[in-house]
């Protein structure tokens, strides 16, 4: 199974900050790779898809970069509703799998 | 608008069978091409695939569940089901059901339903 690590587990910026989040996997995943945002009592949901595709309606402020295993999710100004934890996620092998998850905080 | 809503028992006692059903609305779930997914989250926020339902009936589940999941369609009712035999205490879990978007990413997401297993 492709074991996803993220980090770092918790990112303390403020509101307008830049914010880099990492993601790698245990074997290459090619772009195979996507991005949710989960709010404290709610579903996760999909942002990125395939390494760099925001999925429908996520804002531009939102971005995805990398390939084989080295992978990142970048907020480019926090808005308060950013605060959240955000987890990736490979679907280039089987079992599909999940990372641990970074929390972004307010500052 | 696609939408899902998990419903099922809140307290399961160990040993016994977990069973949680899915309601989807805003689209057929035998219509051809959509997969259907059953995903758990733990007390300590990781998040876990269980497995999959094809339109068709074709199901494919997560090895580390060991033979313990059943996934299952009721077209009738436009839902699908989970069911987990032999819980322990680590089954105690959100557990979400997800349609699969595109390949294999998840979008939308039901609200989740936590299952807490205890005697």
């Known amino acids: 199974e492709i074991v996803l690590t993220q980090s770092p587990a918790t990112l303390s910026l403020s509101p307008g900050e830049r914010a880099t989040l990492s993601c790698r996997a245990s074997?290459?995943?090619?772009?195979?790779l996507a991005w949710y945002q989960q709010k404290a009592g709610r579903a996760p949901r999909l942002l990125i898809y395939?390494?760099?595709n925001r999925a429908s309606g996520i804002p531009a402020r939102f971005s995805g970069s990398g390939s084989g295993t080295d992978f990142t999710l970048t907020i480019s100004s926090l808005e308060p509703e950013d605060f959240a934890v955000y987890y990736c996620?490979?679907?280039?092998?089987?079992?599909?799998?999940f990372g641990g998850g970074t929390k972004v905080e307010i500052k | 608008q696609v939408q899902l809503q998990e419903s099922g028992p809140g307290l399961v006692k160990p040993s016994q069978t977990l069973s949680l059903t899915c309601k989807v609305s805003?689209?057929?779930?035998?219509?051809?091409?959509?997969?259907w997914t059953w995903i758990r989250q733990y007390p300590g926020k990781g998040l876990e695939w269980i497995g999959y339902?094809?339109?068709?009936?074709?199901?494919y589940y997560n090895p580390s569940l060991m033979g313990r999941p059943t996934i299952s369609l009721d077209t009738s009712k436009n839902q699908f089901s989970l069911k987990l035999t032999s819980v322990t205490a680590a089954d105690t879990a959100v557990y979400y059901c997800?349609?699969?978007?595109?390949?294999?990413?998840?979008?939308?997401w039901g609200q989740g339903t936590l299952v807490t297993v205890s005697s």
């Open positions: 395939d390494a760099s």
């Open positions: 074997q290459s995943v090619s772009s195979y």
């Open positions: 339902i094809y339109y068709s009936g074709r199901t």
């Open positions: 805003g689209v057929s779930i035998s219509s051809g091409g959509n997969f």
């Open positions: 996620q490979q679907r280039s092998n089987w079992p599909l799998t």
């Open positions: 997800a349609k699969h978007w595109g390949v294999n990413w998840f979008d939308p």
